[in-house]
Nanobody, 119 residues
Framework: QVQLVESGGGLVQPGGSLRLSCAAS????????LGWYRQAPGKERELVAA??????SKYADSVKGRFTISRDNKNTVSLEMNSLNSEDTAVYYC??????????????WGQGTQVTVSS
């Protein structure tokens, strides 16, 4: 069974940093776009950042300049989050899809990891 396993969430103070990581269970997603979505309470799920196998990245406007997505190898993706604020509080989901424009409802998802920004 193919799985995406996230790690690195937690509680951080405003202005702090966190690093999320996601690893695929098999060498199945080497050609896929890997990325992160998030869903805050009462809000729609939104794309945070995504990266292609050759390193092209895409970011939500709200995180540009603060978050950095990287792909360490074919099947591991990380999200470095800096200057966090309360609006970044959400459950973050790792995602794998065939292309940047591939439908979200036809892609693979991790279980999610909670990120809470609070003093």
């Amino acid at each position: 069974q193919v799985q995406l396993v996230e790690s690195g969430g937690g509680l951080v103070q405003p202005g702090g940093s966190l690093r999320l990581s996601c690893a695929a269970s098999r060498n199945y997603f080497s050609t896929y776009v890997l990325g992160w979505y998030r869903q805050a309470p009462g809000k729609e799920r939104e794309l945070v950042a995504a990266i292609t196998r050759d390193g092209k990245s895409k970011y939500a406007d709200s995180v540009k300049g603060r978050f950095t997505i990287s792909r360490d190898n074919k099947n591991t993706v990380s999200l470095e989050m800096n200057s966090l604020n309360s609006e970044d509080t959400a459950v973050y989901y790792c995602n794998a899809k065939r292309s940047m424009d591939w439908p979200e409802n036809n892609s693979y998802w991790g279980q999610g990891t909670q990120v809470t920004v609070s003093s």
